[in-house]
């Protein structure tokens, strides 16, 4: 099993930054990769980021030249996601998430809010 608890939400203007923090513990020997999720109400929720334990990584379109995934050099059981130059409709609940090799995303955080508004 795989614990992820994330933090570094809030309310932030349009134009503005915020870093979430994602840290696993557990069975993280397991993980093959990790991503940030986002959902709206009445939405699906959507893959932002991801990164892989060999550091190769993959974003959205939407977000691709403003958020950055990456990863504590040292623990490694830490990844983070820089967003930068947030818009309102980045406005969701962000999550946490990890999967093993040949699995699809199986563990997930609790989700921490993001508000981009003025």
């Known amino acids: 099993q795989v614990q992820l608890v994330e933090s570094g939400g809030g309310l932030v203007q349009p134009g503005g930054s915020l870093r979430l923090s994602c840290a696993a513990s557990g069975s993280i020997f397991s993980i093959y990769a990790m991503g940030w999720f986002r959902q709206v109400p009445g939405k699906q929720r959507e893959l932002v980021a991801a990164i892989t334990n060999g550091d190769t990584t993959a974003y959205a379109g939407s977000v691709k030249g403003r958020f950055t995934i990456s990863r504590d050099n040292a623990a490694k059981n830490t990844v983070y996601l820089q967003m930068n130059s947030l818009k309102s409709e980045d406005t969701a609940v962000y999550y946490c998430?990890?999967?093993?090799?040949?699995?699809?995303?199986?563990?997930w955080g609790q989700g921490t809010q993001v508000t981009v508004s003025s």
């Open positions: 998430s990890a999967r093993r090799i040949r699995n699809d995303y199986e563990y």
